[in-house]
Structures are given as C-alpha cells and as structure tokens.
C-alpha cells in the first residue's frame, strides 16, 4: 500500500491490451499525467510500488505506479 502524499510525483506504466483503446490513451498521454501527477509515462518498469490488473469493458489492462524518488533510484 503506497502512501502517497497528494501532491506527490509519479513514474506512472499502463499496459492497455486493445490497440484502438492504447491510442486514445496516447492521444490524451498530456492530460493523464497532470492529472495524475506523473512526471515519468509509459516504457517503465515499475518495481517499488504498486501494480494491479483490470478489465474493463471486455479490454485487459494494467496500470503500475511508484513515487518518481523510488523510480529514479532504481535506474
């Protein structure tokens, strides 16, 4: 369980199994990560924080995130 203080960064990885769905996810990659807070976006590999799986609307997806201070340190 990550405690994240609100105003935290992120490193943020969504893996989006629907092609058409992934697009309209990149189409509004800016979006996502300010509302998010996510200073890092996509081509991670999250492995200091959190990671689960959905289905939603018949379409598999898995979103990870860590605090960008986790993130760096595992470069």
């Given at each position: 369980d990550l405690e994240l203080d609100v105003e935290e960064r992120i490193a943020l990885e969504l893996t989006i199994d629907?092609?058409?769905?992934?697009?309209?996810?990149?189409?509004?990659e800016d979006l996502i990560r300010e509302e998010v807070?996510?200073?890092?976006?996509?081509?991670?590999d999250v492995e200091n924080g959190e990671r689960k799986e959905w289905?939603?609307?018949?379409?598999?997806?898995?979103i990870a995130i860590e605090p960008l201070a986790a993130a760096e340190a595992s470069d």
């Open positions: 629907d092609d058409r769905v992934a697009d309209l996810v990149d189409e509004r807070r996510a200073d890092e976006l996509g081509g991670l289905e939603v609307e018949g379409v598999s997806m898995t």
